[in-house]
């Protein structure tokens, strides 16, 4: 390891590697280059502190590297410790980024390194699955007089972030990034659906086609990973606890049925709701020979790991990222990447022109924060329609898109009540 004050790497000497992954992507993200070539001309963020949790592979690199142009003080550390790429962190040690992560860190060594970029006493907090916000208001609550707030990237973590505002205890203002249309319209469905399925593919090399296929969650994710399932030619079957999203999956024209009966039929599972022990005991007993289980969830809870290692009686790694479990009528299970989210920590995580999005709104998050944090309250916000449509604009004229605009007879016509039948 190479460790100092300002970054603690796995080897410093992979920087180059690094280097070369964050110039690719950039290329593919326009509108936040476009963001940035405004930020560094006039750097908004000149003396502001800005720590961030976040996946730290290399579009989060071009993110943390456009806070920087913008005159920011930057510090990092790893959302999950297995979606840490080494050589991109260690590019941004190089480039200045006060950057603490190390793939595959143990759960205290994760928690130690984002108490380092905490170090930093920040003005601002770039989150992603809320467990810095939790950590300063459980452990670190000597940093609240100088945070001015915070952004959230996750479904998991706004869900996780209104709760604290239900409760009470937040401290500062949120901005949930994840509830804006050109974030959770886009990355959570065209993302998760995309990377997850890249994920799961890589992994295993095994057909999709001709297999049935659980999706266990149909918000914007679960959507996603749904939509292209079915495009790989399986069978996709749907499990859900809200009725409303359960009948839109089936109008969708996916099977909906409830965990136990999916359980008998299906041949990859994959979770994707937030919520803890969604696959257990009692699904496992009924499963089939070689069935495929993968998270594309936030955390590690959503299959029952410790269901899984109580009911085995031989768990071995058979290739990188599956862990097969054999149980004692001679069944084996494949768990993806130890139950954590499989896109990136089996692949590289959502493509470039989608993350060019998100990370789009959160460079305008953070510069939001910044104009408009002495008259908002500890609470979380959404931000505001122009700045999702301005996002939606760049993105369209990068693709060579024009779009229709209203004439002045139209914009009169909608704004008036008088007209009928």
């Not at 069935?291 to 071995?316: C, Q, T, W």
């Not at 896109?343 to 998100?358: F, K, T, V, W």
């Amino acid at each position: 390891m190479d460790c100092t004050k300002d970054y603690c790497v796995k080897d410093l000497s992979l920087a180059p590697s690094g280097e070369k992954k964050i110039d690719w992507v950039s290329r593919f993200m326009p509108v936040l280059r476009s963001i940035r070539s405004e930020f560094e001309g006039k750097k908004p963020f000149k003396g502001v502190k800005i720590a961030t949790t976040l996946h730290l592979e290399m579009k989060t690199a071009f993110l943390l590297l456009t806070l920087k142009a913008a005159g920011a003080e930057v510090s990092a550390a790893a959302s999950n410790p297995l979606s840490t790429q080494d050589d991109v962190v260690a590019a941004l040690a190089k480039a200045g980024i006060k950057v603490y992560a190390i793939r595959g860190e143990s759960r205290d060594e994760y928690y130690e390194n984002m108490h380092k970029a905490l170090d930093i006493e920040p003005n601002i907090i770039i989150d992603d699955g809320a467990d810095m916000v939790s950590s300063v208001l459980k452990e670190r609550t000597e940093l609240i007089g100088n945070l001015w707030g915070a952004s959230e990237e996750t479904t998991t973590g706004v869900i996780r972030l209104r709760a604290m505002e239900k409760d009470g205890v937040l401290k500062f203002p949120i901005i949930a990034v994840n509830d804006s249309y050109t974030k959770y319209l886009f990355d959570n469905r065209y993302g998760t659906g995309q990377s997850t399925w890249d994920g799961i593919i890589r992994t295993t090399n095994l057909l999709v086609a001709g297999k049935n296929v659980v999706v266990v969650g149909y918000g914007w994710c679960g959507r996603g990973i749904a939509m292209r399932a079915r495009g790989l030619g399986a069978t996709v079957i749907v499990v859900e606890v809200d009725p409303i999203r359960a009948l839109e999956a089936r109008m969708d024209g996916f099977l909906v049925m409830n965990m136990m009966e999916a359980a008998r039929i299906g041949d990859i599972f994959v979770t994707s709701t937030g919520d803890i022990n969604c696959i257990r005991g009692e699904h496992f007993e009924l499963m089939k020979d070689g069935v495929i289980l993968a998270n594309a969830g936030h955390f590690d809870v959503e299959i029952s790991k410790p269901d899984l290692e109580s009911l085995a009686v031989e768990i071995r790694e058979v290739k990188p990222n599956i862990r097969e479990y054999k149980m004692g009528d001679g069944r084996r299970f494949y768990l993806l990447a130890d139950g954590r989210l499989v896109n990136l920590a089996a692949a590289d995580g959502h493509p470039a022109e989608i993350m060019d999005m998100s990370f789009s709104l959160q460079a305008k998050a953070a510069e939001y924060i910044l104009e408009n944090h002495e008259k908002l309250e500890p609470r979380v916000y959404v931000l505001p329609r122009e700045i999702d449509e301005m996002v939606a604009r760049i993105k369209l004229a990068s693709m060579g898109i024009e779009i229709e605009e209203l004439t002045k007879e139209q914009k009169e016509y909608l704004e008036s009540w008088e007209h009928g039948t």
